[in-house]
């Protein structure tokens, strides 16, 4: 085999990439089913964040007291390039926190876990094929 087998590291390693961003996102996901907290929150303001391409990302600041009595105002993780009446600043939403942990929250309507679950099948997929390709190529040598 010659020095072809090193372009298969490319997409080899934009796979284990995505897999694992989609893995962490689930594993957070499912922590805050397991242990997360309800409560009622307000949304304060939006935190605006653009990319190299000047493309412009709003997340969501969600303001909401913990069940010890701790004021919390945190920035979703997830940014939307428009942002409707319903997460507009004021507006009522509900949050799922971690007691332990309240900046590990996630907005209802907001944070959806569609993202996560397609970046773990394309880095599954890149990555099963990618080692099938390269397992194919050394077995028929």
């Known amino acids: 085999m010659e020095r ?4 298969s590291l490319i997409p080899l ?10 893995v962490y996102g689930l594993r957070r996901a499912a922590v805050l089913d397991r242990v997360g907290v309800e409560a009622e929150a307000r ?25 010890d009595g701790r004021a919390c105002a945190y920035s979703s993780r997830l940014g939307r390039s428009a942002v409707g009446a319903r997460f507009g600043v004021g507006a009522r939403v509900k949050v799922r926190y971690d007691p332990d942990a309240p900046q ?5 309507g907001w944070d959806t876990r569609t993202l996560d679950r397609l970046f773990t099948v394309l880095g599954s997929v890149f990555t099963a094929g990618t080692v099938t390709v390269l397992l194919v190529r050394l077995l028929t040598l």
Request: charged share 30%; hydrophobic share 45%.
């Open 4 to 7: 072809e087998w090193l372009f």
């Open 13 to 22: 390693t934009i796979g284990v990439v995505f897999l694992a961003f989609g």
């Open 43 to 67: 949304i304060v303001r939006h935190e605006v964040r653009r990319d190299e391409e000047k493309a412009t990302y709003h997340h969501p600041v969600a303001a909401w007291t913990t069940e």
């Open 104 to 108: 590990r929250f996630e907005i209802e």
